[in-house]
């Protein structure tokens, strides 16, 4: 294998290399270094994102570059601010022995004035996106006449990101003798157009795509229910401690509700889309970089080039239409030549897709498992036990405190005690209600095992036991009924129906009881919107008044409510209880498990928020039940 002496580097950059622990060049960098080092003219790489691009024109440019003139030399063009800053890094860590350099980055969302004082400081290289540079040309503030190379990074995406115009008008008004650089992971027909129109006689260098997925990933397949994908995350979770992955989303919405249905549950992780502003999505980028974050649930757009070190696992919540979507995605593990896995969550009817990827890209998926509830149990009690031992006991404890507890433990044996701290242990992992296997290794219909919810007592307040109850501002005027509050609360926040109780509803507001343990989920409706209604969602601790039509009745869901709403009920899920949190339950879940959109709404409501560009897409189902029936 060569090493980076053979290319032709000059000694500081090959020190700067040593002390970045880059011992031997990538495929792109053997092709795309000498040529770039001696070849004066424009250039093509043609290879995928994570396979070292970045040296592969971060390296002849840094040599290329007269450090001894503060003029700009060299723009990089990156479709996104977090790749515009990770350039940015790389080039000054490879120059770190080379002297004077100033390369500046420049993208939107960020303070303009800050970044004209920069650029004035005298930078030789931008690192730019392409809006924030348009308009800084169009100010005056990137003056180009000493400009020599014009590097398009990911030009494919900055194309599909809709910056065409942007990277027209830069190209057009740098056109001073400069070379142009293009890298891209394919020749689309507008790569085509740039090339035909801006460039002269290129030299061309093309990375097999077939060679571009990385070895060291284990590409894995879990078949499960659309509906189990997020308990599949949580069991992920908990089975394994070290964790520190992706999660690949299709649409900002799904993205945004899988990150409120984990961290509502206590897990460490965070949304990253576009509708977030860009303090936020910076925010979010620093506690997962910092590994403060477990999962990071991203979008493909929002999580392209992101360049996290140690991430174990990449998982596609839902599987991309484009094979060259998996290879972004799963790239962002097992990078520098680390080991990584990548996992598929498919439904049933993901198995050609999954095919086709497969057979695009050249890799094969072994059958993954979720983590039984038994293993997780067993690994969260050997560690619960190790910590155990390991506690440190506080000074503040002293003798007469542990005395006094030993007598109250007088009667208690040693085995008792550590059987009953097993215990709480034990319940916290179990309180959840579903321990069925997720894996879905069936070939027949769709069937739904969990297990039904059995009708708990009532409190004094008459909430049912192990339940809190909420109230909700959606009553019959807002042209709902139970039926549907039910479906349209299961479908935003993941509560599954077995998982409510009785719901109580009134004209203008409605109460519903919750399993503790989930009830929590609930509050993400608060602020959100319902047909332009705005939700408020709170715990309610008194007693909860049924309106008259209703008492004397049972007050419960389903056939226990009486007159009003039985008929439609009916009509659906067949009557009762039983009928909806099984058939209804089960009808409903039915419905997600084939929109691959578990916890977020229908196919309509998904194509919506794909095609939203507005900012709040996250409020609801938006009329996804509004004509259907329950
Ligand atoms: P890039 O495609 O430029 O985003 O690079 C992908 C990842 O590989 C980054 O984490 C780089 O730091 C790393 N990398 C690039 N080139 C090398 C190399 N020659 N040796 C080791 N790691 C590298």
């Keep these: 294998m060569k090493n980076f002496e053979v290319l032709g580097l000059s000694q500081p950059l090959l020190n700067g290399l040593a002390d970045m622990g880059f011992e031997n060049p990538t495929e792109i960098q053997q092709q795309s270094i000498p040529i770039l080092l001696k070849h004066d003219g424009d250039f093509i790489g043609l290879a995928q994102t994570g396979t070292g691009k970045t040296a592969a024109f971060g390296l002849p440019l840094l040599d290329l570059i007269d450090v001894n003139s ?30 004077k350099l100033n390369v500046v980055p420049v993208f939107g969302g960020a303070n303009i004035m800050n970044q004209i004082r920069d650029i004035r400081r005298g930078a030789q290289i931008i690192v730019a996106t392409p809006g924030r540079l348009m308009d800084l040309m169009k100010r005056r503030e990137v003056k180009l006449d000493a400009l020599k190379y014009m590097v398009l990074d990911e030009a494919d995406e900055m194309l599909n990101m809709g910056f065409k115009e942007d990277i027209d008008f830069i190209l057009s008004k740098s056109d001073t003798g400069r070379n142009i650089w293009l890298f891209s992971a ?49 069991r992920f979770l908990d089975y394994d401690e070290d964790m520190f992955g992706v999660v690949f989303c299709r649409t900002k919405r799904d993205t945004q509700n899988v990150a409120d249905q ?161 215990t709480k242990e034990y319940n916290s992992i179990y309180k959840r209600n579903s321990i ?18 059995e009708r708990g007592k009532r409190t ?62 609930i509050l993400t409706l608060d602020g959100k919107q319902r047909n332009g209604h705005d939700l408020r969602v709170n715990e309610h601790k008194g007693v909860v008044k049924e309106p008259a039509r209703e008492r004397g009745g049972r007050g419960g869901r389903g056939g226990r409510s009486g007159g009003g709403f039985k008929g439609r009920r009916d009509s659906n899920g067949g009557g009762g209880f039983k009928g909806r949190s099984n058939s209804g339950g089960s009808s409903h879940r039915g419905r997600r498990s084939d929109s691959d959109n578990s916890g977020s709404g229908n196919r309509s409501s998904r194509r919506r928020s794909d095609s939203s560009s507005g900012s709040n897409d996250s409020g609801g189902n938006r009329g996804g039940f509004k004509g259907r029936k329950w």
């Design 70 to 99: 503060r003029e700009v030399q060299a723009l990089i063009l990156a479709p996104t601010r977090e790749l515009a800053q990770q350039i940015c890094g790389q080039m000054e860590q490879m120059s770190k022995h080379l002297g």
């Design 186 to 234: 394919t020749m689309a027909r507008e790569i085509k157009r740039i090339v035909d129109t801006y460039m002269v006689q290129p030299e061309e260098v093309r990375i097999n795509p077939k060679n571009i997925v990385n070895k060291n990933i284990e590409h894995q397949s879990i078949q499960l229910k659309a509906s189990d994908k997020i308990e599949a995350l949580r």
């Design 262 to 422: 984990l961290n509502n549950n206590g897990y460490a992780t965070e949304a990253l889309h576009g509708d977030m502003s860009q303090a936020q999505r910076d925010a979010a980028m620093k506690r997962f970089r910092n590994k403060n974050l477990k999962l990071l649930i991203a979008t493909d757009v929002a999580a392209r080039g992101i360049d996290v070190d140690d991430i174990t696992h990449v998982i596609h919540f839902a599987l991309p239409d484009d094979p060259e979507f998996y290879t972004h995605r799963s790239g962002r593990t097992a990078r520098a030549g680390k080991k990584g896995v990548s996992i598929a969550l498919i439904t049933r009817g993901d198995n050609r897709k999954l095919k086709f990827i497969a057979s695009k890209l050249g890799i094969e998926f072994t059958q993954g498992e979720v983590p039984a509830l038994e293993a997780i149990t067993q690994k969260r009690i050997s560690r619960w036990s190790e910590n155990m031992i390991k506690q440190e006991i506080n000074e503040k404890i002293d003798e007469q405190l542990v005395n006094a507890v030993q007598e109250s433990f007088a009667d208690v044996t040693k085995e008792e005690i550590i059987a009953k701290l097993l």
């Design 436 to 453: 069925s296997d997720l894996n879905d290794r069936s070939k027949g219909r769709d069937r739904d095992d969990s297990p039904r919810r």
């Design 460 to 521: 004094s307040r008459g909430t049912e036991e192990g339940m809190k109850t909420y109230f909700i501002n959606l009553g019959l005027k807002d042209d709902i009924n139970k039926g549907a509050l039910l479906g349209y609360v299961c479908d935003t926040t993941g509560i599954s129906g077995a998982q409510i109780g009785r719901i109580v509803m009134d004209k203008t507001h409605s109460y519903m009881d919750i399993a503790e343990d989930v009830a929590s989920q």
